[in-house]
């Protein structure tokens, strides 16, 4: 599979402390990929660095065939690249219309946003239409988190990286964001996916890559990490039996 994105001995410092450690990871065009790992393995720093908002202090990240390490992160994200934080980045005093349209680099009000694809996103998640004209900042927990999805994918984008979507959710909420993304990988969207909620792992991961102490340990298919308990124990210390 053709990789979009490509890290290469990747380290990343965050001021005195060395987060990442030679990273190496590809991204197969057109499926998901799980980032899993224990808490502080470097997950998200990994993320962030993508992103360039934690700068790779050395290594290359090639994104389609470019490097993009060293570039602002207004400008990556301009190549076609979204990123959903874990905290969500919404604008919590504006509605949810004007997120969108901050989120949308073709237009400059709602009247410019895609028709059809805001009605596809709406079907992904009707409680947007509901609270169109809603501050953000009044919505649920899981209605920010389908806000911040929604963001992402407002326009089409090559690559898409989210962190944790659904941490601290409902049940109800998770399968909800579960659909969604399982829609957007119908669609051949590459995502990026970092996820502690194992049976979302399993459910929407087409490859795996997990992480230890700044590291990538373990590469593969998802489907072969969800069925073999021992190599789920080795790396991750649990069972994703016990998470579905």
Do not use: C
Request: proline share 4%; net charge neutral; no cysteine.
């Amino acid at each position: 599979m053709t990789a979009v994105l490509s890290l290469s001995g990747v380290h990343t410092h965050i001021g005195a402390y060395h987060i990442l450690h030679g990273v190496d990871l590809d991204v197969p065009e057109g499926q998901v990929t799980m980032l899993l790992g224990r808490n502080g393995a470097g997950k998200t720093t990994t993320l962030r660095t993508v992103m360039g908002l934690t700068p790779a202090s050395q290594g290359g990240i090639m994104f389609r065939g470019q490097a993009i390490e060293g570039l602002e992160t207004p400008d990556i994200a301009q190549l076609g690249i979204a990123y959903v934080p874990e905290t969500m980045g919404i604008f919590s005093d504006l509605t949810v219309q004007e997120n969108m349209v901050l989120a949308a680099r073709a237009a400059r009000h709602a009247g410019e946003l895609d028709k059809a694809r805001l009605d596809w996103i709406f079907g992904l998640f009707p409680a947007l239409k509901k609270f169109w004209l809603y501050p953000a900042g009044k919505l649920s927990g899981g209605q920010k988190q389908m806000l911040a999805v929604a963001r992402a994918i407002v326009e089409p984008r090559a690559l898409i990286l989210i962190d944790e979507p659904s941490k601290g959710l409902a049940p109800s909420i998770v399968q909800n964001l579960i659909g969604a993304l399982r829609e957007l990988k119908s669609q051949r969207t590459t995502v990026l996916l970092v996820e502690q909620n194992f049976g979302m792992a399993r459910a929407l991961g087409d490859t795996v890559a997990v992480m230890d102490n700044g590291r990538v340990v373990h590469r593969g298919a998802m489907a072969e990490l969800a069925e073999d308990e021992a190599l789920q124990q080795r790396l991750l210390g649990l069972s994703l039996g016990a998470h579905a």
